[in-house]
């Protein structure tokens, strides 16, 4: 069985994050949607809200799961049994984000990291972005599932009263 891991912060869960993951379960007989915990970054979203949007992104894909973790990728990739981690790359500047990472990943483990073409209807899209511009006002409906606009607006409308 080849099972992946598709990293992120998922903060919020965007159209690109879930194609991504769809795309990926296409390929590999499991994914695991794997929410990570950054303490330098701010987070709109609390962990269990992040795994609970995902679920509910993912729940029509029989061959996915989410699930959360700390620390090292790879060692959260050698406790699921995972041979490969994919990312989605929006344009170079990913590539030249990720490539040392997966460099990185594989010489600690030998962990294959497996790049896939954002869709280019979601190239520009990011979950700062979506932060920023939701913030400012700004239409997002389009760039998020319609599960997250509810909540995403009404976390950056009590983001800004505060």
Do not use: I
């Not at 029989?62 to 959260?76: E, Q, S």
């Not at 989605?88 to 990291?113: C, F, K, S, V």
């Not at 954002?118 to 979950?127: G, K």
């Amino acid at each position: 069985m080849t099972r992946a891991v598709c990293p992120g912060s998922f903060d919020p869960v965007t159209l690109g994050h879930l194609d991504v993951v769809r795309r990926a379960a296409g390929l590999f007989d499991e994914v695991v949607v794997a929410v990570g915990v950054n303490a330098s970054k701010r987070r709109l979203f609390s962990d269990e809200e992040r795994l609970a949007l995902l679920e509910e992104g993912t729940r029509e894909l029989a061959n996915v799961r989410v699930a959360g973790f700390t620390g090292l990728l790879t060692t959260f990739c050698a406790e699921q049994g995972a041979q490969a981690v994919v990312k989605g790359l929006r344009g170079p500047g990913d590539y030249e984000y990720e490539l040392p990472m997966a460099q990185m990943n594989a010489h600690l483990t030998g962990l294959e990291t497996v790049f896939l073409a954002t869709d280019p209807r979601w190239s520009f899209v990011s979950s700062s972005l979506v932060k920023e511009v939701a913030g400012l006002g700004g239409d997002v409906a389009a760039l998020v599932p319609d599960f997250v606009l509810e909540p995403l607006l009404a976390r950056v409308a009590e983001r800004a009263g505060a």
